[in-house]
């Protein structure tokens, strides 16, 4: 009885959310410096208007909402997968330093490769794009996060740990910077400002393409996800492998992490928010219902946030970075008052 | 059943710790134990002996340094990890807290040697967690959210997750811990039932000896490098538990089980 009662509520909820995400895409779409009215947008979707606004439609506004949208979900999916994971409710790819990493694969690709260019690091580094040298930086993180988090139980502890190791990375990148060419430091500074509108059709199909993979592979590993909300000896005890599956979630994360990052830049404070936006909502902690609850939630906030970002009326856009944090820490801290002894 | 002859649980030279970094650690001498179906075993004995670490070791969660752990006649080795997470079910003495986790979905985590890909539960899934519920006397919350419960409450919930795993062997370590005196013994007896009724083995660790020793069938004692295992009684009259309490202002009451201080 109460198992169908509370399909049909997340249902409900997921189907108004993905209405909820429609209604911001179009809008995402519509608005911004310049507002487009529906039906202008329309013909240009359709073919039947070419003229300077489907322009800026086809090859701008509709490209960018698509990257928020999969970038909203990459780093929701990403830390919800780290929370449980890590069993810490404020686990998440920024806060434990994994977009550091890659933001580190990005810099050792970007300015070392000038320094290295006869190394056979150099060489690797040189035939792998942003998105490989981003989703390395972001595993060696996530593997060290991982081997710090089964020594130290303590939450918080971990949680300076990832800090630590998010300053740690970004001297490295300090010193990578201080030796590279102005060119190399140029085009890695330009990366460190990221953006959604700064995405390339061929990397939007590398971020289409991680998205789903790493979607489709959270969304088959939602009963790992249960049976380690209690811990790794429970989730043993109840015939599961841990190291092996606790590894393909661990990369899933971090390979979705690695790729919105290589494209966008870091983005905090996402992948941190909605999990918990979703557990608000719908009181569940089943990942069957908070997968995809938290999916959608993903994608529609950061099409907001991209909304946010580029007000309309104004020529420059504001960083996403700033929007999302603006957005994400009030919601980090109420779940640090609200959650002190719930994991 | 063919196996109904043998003890659930058999130690045999069974030497507990850790192979920590080539070293290993033994934490307590070699010995041999059993229990069986339908017994309530408590496991007694100071802090930092290696309860805990038996009882990992019991449930194939960490390997024996060396000996063997038998269940129902077989090597825990020779059982694939989902074969033993249906003989052996245990709770831990983590105080877990998930948020928002609806009481019935713990006590489903225990279906999920049984479910497929998803963890979708069958009807029998799903009626095998309500008696398990309904075992441990809280039915009626099956829909509230599990981290919102007293100790009390929720070590009956952790209790009912085990059951619902349907094992004929259960381990628990210190499920009296964080209780109130009532509810120490509601839950030992709570165990003692599901030991008789179901014809489970039951062992259990605890620092309450006079709750053990009324209420254990047989009692597993760790002591100064030594173990003992026997029923209370017998235990009693080796002098076994004086040697536990020795150098304690504690004394226990031959007769009767009661631990009290000493005149």
């Known amino acids: ?343 | 059943m063919a196996h109904q002859a043998q003890p659930a649980i058999a130690l045999t030279d069974l030497r507990i710790g850790y192979a920590a970094s080539g070293a290993p650690r033994e934490i307590f001498p070699a010995f041999s134990a059993a229990a069986n179906r339908a017994e309530l075993v408590a496991l007694l004995g100071r802090n930092g002996l290696g309860k805990s670490t038996l009882l990992r070791t019991v449930t194939g969660l960490q390997p024996p340094l060396g000996g063997a752990v038998h269940l129902l006649g077989k090597s825990i080795r020779r059982y694939p990890l989902r074969t033993l997470a249906t003989l052996v079910s245990y709770v831990s003495t983590d105080n877990v807290k998930v948020g928002n986790l609806k009481v019935f979905d713990l006590v489903s985590l225990g279906r999920y040697p049984y479910t497929g890909w998803f963890g979708t539960l069958s009807q029998k899934d799903r009626e095998v967690v309500v008696q398990a519920l309904a075992m441990v006397g809280m039915e009626a919350y099956a829909w509230r959210d599990a981290s919102r419960l007293s100790d009390g409450e929720r070590q009956r919930v952790m209790i009912a997750r085990a059951l619902a795993q349907d094992a004929p062997v259960m381990v628990l370590d210190e499920p009296t811990a964080f209780l109130d005196l009532p509810n120490r013994y509601e839950v030992v007896l709570l165990l003692k039932r599901l030991a008789q009724e179901q014809r489970r083995a039951v062992l259990f660790s605890t620092h309450d000896m006079s709750i053990a020793l009324k209420l254990a069938d047989r009692v597993w004692v760790m002591c100064d490098g030594e173990f003992y295992q026997g029923s209370p009684q017998a235990l009693m009259c080796a002098n076994v538990f004086d040697k536990v309490l020795k150098n304690t202002r504690l004394t226990v009451d031959h007769s009767t089980g009661d631990v009290r201080l000493k005149e």
């Open chain 1, 1 to 343: 009885m109460h198992l169908s009662q509370r399909n049909r509520k997340v249902a409900v909820v997921g189907a108004a959310l993905a209405a909820l995400t429609l209604l911001l895409l179009v809008a995402d779409v519509l608005l911004g410096s310049e507002p487009i009215p529906l039906s202008t947008a329309w013909r240009a979707l359709t073919g039947a208007e070419s003229s300077h606004l489907s322009h800026i439609i086809l090859s701008y506004r509709l490209p960018k909402a698509a990257v928020a949208l999969l970038v909203g979900v990459s780093l929701s999916v990403s830390g919800l997968q780290m929370q449980t994971m890590f069993r810490n409710p404020l686990a998440d790819p920024y806060i434990l330093g994994v977009s550091s990493g890659a933001g580190l694969g990005v810099a050792l690709l970007v300015m070392g490769r000038s320094m290295w260019s006869a190394t056979a690091v150099g060489a690797l580094l040189a035939s792998m794009g942003y998105a490989v040298a981003a989703c390395a930086g972001a595993a060696v993180v996530m593997l060290i996060m991982l081997a710090i988090s089964l020594r130290v139980r303590d939450i918080m502890a971990v949680l300076i740990m990832g800090v630590m190791i998010g300053s740690a990375t970004s001297a490295v990148i300090g010193v990578l910077q201080y030796f590279s060419r102005e060119a190399a430091l140029k085009s890695y500074v330009l990366w460190t400002m990221g953006g959604l509108g700064n995405v390339t059709s061929a990397q939007l199909r590398v971020l289409l393409a991680v998205a789903l993979a790493g979607s489709l592979l959270a969304l088959l590993s939602v009963k790992t996800l249960n049976a380690l909300m209690l811990g790794e000896s429970y989730a043993r005890s109840i015939g599961y492998n841990v190291k092996k599956r606790r590894l393909i979630i661990m990369l899933t994360a971090a390979m979705l992490t690695g790729t919105a990052t290589a494209f966008c830049g870091p983005i905090g404070f996402i992948g941190v928010a909605t999990p918990h936006v979703a557990r608000m909502i719908i009181r569940e902690a089943d990942h069957r219902y908070l997968l995809p609850v938290t999916m959608l939630m993903g994608a529609a906030v950061m099409l907001l946030c991209d909304m946010i970002s580029s007000l309309p009326g104004y020529e420059t856009s504001l960083p996403i970075n700033t929007v999302t944090s603006l957005l994400g820490v009030p919601i980090a801290i109420l779940v640090i008052m609200r959650n002190q002894k719930v994991v």
